[in-house]
């Protein structure tokens, strides 16, 4: 069925960058916007980042603008996020995300259908 497969976490030092991948199968990859959320420890889920089926679209939470990039290759079924300049905040599980067609980006859980089961950053000062 589908599988969406986070890989890429790793411990970093503040200041430093990753590049965290999401390898999809058993959907139509192109026809979704990908989305990446994150969950520190005793934290709510957010939102991080989300690109659109095109990837001519992207949306990003105001803490990761201008460090972070994501990106996809419809080709590879694989979608990512560049992370630069980490900071200690940035350490939590990072979870991939596929929304159904829609005419908006989505930002909320509630509007991703398939998730994956996260790859852990955690950054030091």
């Known amino acids: 069925q589908v599988q969406l497969v986070e890989s890429g976490g790793g411990l970093m030092q503040t200041g430093a960058s990753l590049r965290v991948s999401c390898a999809v199968s058993?959907?139509?990859?192109?026809?979704?916007?990908m989305g990446w959320f994150r969950q520190a420890p005793g934290k709510e889920r957010e939102f991080v980042a989300a690109?659109?089926?095109?990837?001519?679209?992207?949306v990003y939470t105001d803490s990761v603008k201008g460090r972070f990039t994501i990106s996809r290759d419809n080709a590879k079924n694989t979608v990512y996020l560049q992370m630069n300049s980490l900071k200690p905040e940035d350490t939590a599980v990072y979870f991939c995300?596929?929304?159904?067609?829609?005419?908006?980006?989505?930002?909320?859980?509630?509007?991703?259908?398939?998730w994956g089961q996260g790859t852990q950053v955690t950054v030091s000062s």
């Open positions: 995300a596929s929304q159904p067609y829609s005419f908006r980006i989505g930002r909320a859980e509630s509007e991703y259908e398939y």
């Open positions: 058993g959907l139509t990859f192109s026809g979704y916007t």
């Open positions: 690109i659109r089926w095109s990837g001519g679209s992207t």
